[in-house]
């Protein structure tokens, strides 16, 4: 082992921009904690798992890699690989997504989270036509994907996704954008797995003549440092990079001993470290399709509210006070029970409640509905709200 476990090797792709701002921010960390740094590319021609083995054979005690695919034995020992099992030769660190036959320690960003929190955006505002560019098999695109269809889901609007191959490159955004347009049928919105595929969008769709956010919203994914030019100023979702090298050189010092915290290798889900929250960046490029009003024939200020819920809480009392979830005080509060609409409308200082759904849902006076349920519930009373000719906007939450 090197000067006690302080020689560290970090892979990554240097064609990434959000790859290098973590490798910047890792030399940040690496420093704080008394760790030398040892880099390692990967590419279309060289492996992750070349690369890391390179760096092992430098004398590496720990590796960091940025970002992992289905399939990789990183740091795997010859002599195990060969009796069919899979057994790294010192610790891994992935930063990215998690996969569940890899050995190793995973940090990262809540994905799902992410990608939910951008089409949430986007049906707040009024979109139903929602498209998603993929990230194809690079590291989190899957997760990404995954958000995006739930959110549809949970809104209602599962029979309007509509999905396009990408890969995390500008050119991939830009044939995506081509694609969109020679099929015609344009969507109103675009969620895209990551920034640089929504600056090559942008560029083509503004070439072609449509208005960003005018007669199409965008939104990214990462918020690297091209997503806040003027030119672009781009509706993205932030990931906590110096976090993400924080937890990883945390992770390293579990793994080596170096920490009184016992690094976790077993299991699905992040382990070693934390999940980091992502935060949505509202910017320039979203805003409520053209010509979309909250419901024909209706003034948005006379709307009238109802709650569908069964648990209130201050994240949802504070999600109720936000400024573009509901245009108006919430009116009605109908749950799965009496008594518990009446825990409720008592908390939210509401005079009317209801014992069952149905009953808001076909009241005649009540033009929108919140609904705050858990998981497929959600997505069951949303979907009979619309059929009863309601607004529907729908918790992150749930």
């Known amino acids: 082992m090197s000067e006690s476990g302080r020689l560290v090797g970090v892979v990554f792709g240097a064609s990434s921009p959000f790859e290098a701002d973590l490798v910047d921010e890792l030399y940040a960390s690496a420093d704080a904690g008394g760790y030398r740094l040892a880099l390692g590319l990967h590419s ?12 092992i054979e430098q004398g590496c005690d720990a590796v960091v890699v940025v970002g992992a695919e289905y399939g990789d034995r990183l740091g795997a020992d010859p002599a195990s690989s060969a009796t069919g099992s899979y057994a790294p030769v010192v610790p891994i660190i992935v930063v990215g997504e998690r996969i569940p036959d890899l050995v190793a320690v995973t940090i990262g960003t809540d ?12 049906i707040d505002l009024g979109h139903t036509a929602i498209a998603h560019v993929e990230g194809g098999d690079h590291p989190c695109a899957a997760e990404r994907l995954r958000g995006y269809l739930g959110a549809m889901a ?57 208005r960003i956010p005018e007669d199409m919203s965008v939104v990214g994914y990462d918020d690297g440092p091209h997503a806040i030019l003027g030119h672009l100023n781009l509706t993205t979702v932030r990931q906590d990079v110096p976090g993400l090298a924080g937890a990883a050189m945390d992770a390293v010092a579990s793994s ?91 908390r939210l200082g509401i005079m009317v409640s209801y014992g069952i759904y149905e ?3 076909d ?13 497929d519930a959600q997505e069951l009373w949303s979907h009979k709200a619309r059929e009863a000719g309601k607004i529907v906007r729908c918790s992150s939450g749930g």
Do not use: K
Request: with cysteine.
């Open 111 to 122: 994905e799902w989270r992410g990608a939910q929190m951008a089409v949430q955006h986007l």
């Open 363 to 375: 009241d005649p006076d009540i033009d929108a509905i919140f609904v705050a349920l858990p998981g």
């Open 359 to 361: 009953d808001l849902i």
């Open 256 to 346: 080596l001993g170096n920490s009184e915290v016992v690094a976790d290798t077993g299991g699905f889900g992040f382990y070693g470290a934390r999940t980091l929250e992502p935060e949505l960046m509202v910017r320039a490029t979203t805003a409520p399709p053209a010509g979309w009003l909250p419901d024909a024939g209706r003034d948005e200020g006379r709307l009238r509210w109802g709650l569908l819920a069964d648990s209130c809480d201050d994240v949802l009392v504070h999600e109720l006070g936000t400024p573009g979830r509901v245009s108006g005080p919430i009116e009605v509060v109908a749950s799965s029970s009496t008594a518990v609409a009446w825990e409720i409308a008592d």
């Open 154 to 210: 949970a809104a209602g609007f599962r029979d309007e996704c509509r999905t396009m191959v990408g890969d995390y490159t500008e050119e991939a955004g830009a044939l995506a954008a081509e694609r969109m347009l020679a099929e015609g049928d344009l969507p109103t919105a675009v969620f895209l797995a990551n920034d640089r595929m929504a600056i090559g969008f942008i560029e083509v769709m503004r070439h072609s003549g449509l």
């Open 44 to 55: 279309g021609t060289r492996t992750r798992e070349r690369a890391v083995a390179d760096l």
